[in-house]
């Protein structure tokens, strides 16, 4: 399995960016794939995530403002981000899970990572 993410940028305060990750080696109907990001100093945490009987998760943080779904083309997986603050800086990774035992919105549940974009917001 390979995942690799794209569409990281640096917007002001109030921007979009749209976050996409295309997956191989993988069915994606059949995964349990999310978002996750992790900002300087601090642990990676879940941003949203689709569990394999594509429930959804959110994070409270970005609840109404981030919008987690399968992208256009075949096995990607998009994450629209509108209203970005700053504290939405971080590196955003893709992960990928056959069952995400522990839930969707745990690290830990997932074995396959990509390398993660970089999203950085000014105020």
């Known amino acids: 399995v390979q995942l690799l993410e794209s569409g990281g940028g640096s917007v002001q305060s109030g921007g979009s960016l749209r976050l996409t990750c295309r997956a191989s080696?993988?069915?994606?109907?059949?995964?349990?794939m999310g978002w996750f990001r992790q900002a300087p100093g601090r642990e990676r945490e879940a941003v949203a995530s689709?569990?394999?009987?594509?429930?959804?998760y959110y994070a409270d943080s970005v609840k109404g403002r981030f919008t987690i779904s399968q992208g256009n083309a075949k096995n990607t997986l998009d994450l629209q981000m509108n209203t970005l603050k700053p504290e939405d800086t971080a590196i955003y990774y893709c992960?990928?899970?056959?069952?995400?035992?522990?839930?969707?919105?745990?690290?830990?549940?997932?074995?396959?990572w990509g390398q993660g974009t970089q999203v950085t917001v000014s105020s």
């Open positions: 992960a990928a899970d056959p069952s995400c035992v522990g839930g969707g919105y745990v690290p830990l549940a997932y074995g396959y």
């Open positions: 080696g993988l069915t994606y109907e059949s995964y349990c």
């Open positions: 689709v569990e394999s009987d594509r429930a959804l």
